[in-house]
């Protein structure tokens, strides 16, 4: 599974796109607001390691989700 985060402007939030080994789109998300349904991702337990994650990840840049 990949992450990037996208910078949203003017009115428009940050955004967390979840997307597979295919890098299709399987979650769009607000980063300020947590992930609901995690276990439908396989994240289950994970919030906090992902909510690091988003946290540290650099805008705009596409890479591995290893937690």
Do not use: H, S
Not at 15 to 27: C, G, H, K, S
Not at 37 to 63: H, M, S
């Amino acid at each position: 599974m990949y992450i990037i985060k996208v910078k949203g402007k003017a009115k428009i939030p940050d955004y967390i796109q979840l997307r597979d080994e295919n890098f299709v789109l399987i979650a769009y998300f607000r980063a300020d607001r947590p992930l609901k349904n995690l276990e439908k991702y396989g994240l289950a337990g994970k919030e906090t390691e992902l909510e690091n994650v988003i946290r540290e990840l650099p805008f705009g840049k596409l890479q591995l989700l290893a937690i």
